[in-house]
């Protein structure tokens, strides 16, 4: 099983950028699909953004042409650079690994496991 650990949230205004990065411990990283999720207060988790393991990567509408995800499999990271952010876009995010065998998917419950998140907060 893969640990992972996020960092890089933090408070920023509306219109500004941050980049996350999701630390993974472990040898099998690299055969692992990974997938950003958030999750506002009162909302269910959402799905960002996900990459595979061939750099392929797809985002939720929302984020497109907003957010971009990239891993490096020598240092064991996935990052989400994120730009032009919105107040609407406050919520805690997470990293994930998406189960073997599943494809293109936005259900958390497709991702087994799950870092202890990070707060992003944009004000106005």
């Known amino acids: 099983q893969v640990q992972l650990v996020e960092s890089g949230g933090g408070l920023v205004q509306a219109g500004g950028s941050l980049r996350l990065s999701c630390a993974a411990s472990?040898?099998?990283?690299?055969?692992?699909?990974m997938g950003w999720f958030r999750q506002a207060p009162g909302k269910e988790r959402e799905f960002v953004a996900s990459?595979?393991?061939?750099?392929?990567?797809w985002y939720a509408s929302s984020m497109k042409g907003r957010f971009a995800i990239s891993r490096n499999n020598a240092k064991n990271t996935v990052e989400l650079q994120m730009n032009s952010l919105k107040p609407e876009d406050t919520a805690v995010y997470y990293c994930?690994?998406?189960?073997?065998?599943?494809?293109?998917?936005?259900?958390?419950?497709?991702?087994?496991?799950w870092g202890q998140g990070t707060q992003v907060t944009v004000s106005s």
């Open positions: 472990g040898r099998t990283f690299s055969t692992y699909a």
């Open positions: 994930a690994t998406r189960n073997p065998g599943v494809g293109r998917t936005t259900y958390p419950r497709d991702f087994g496991s």
């Open positions: 990459i595979t393991t061939s750099d392929s990567t």
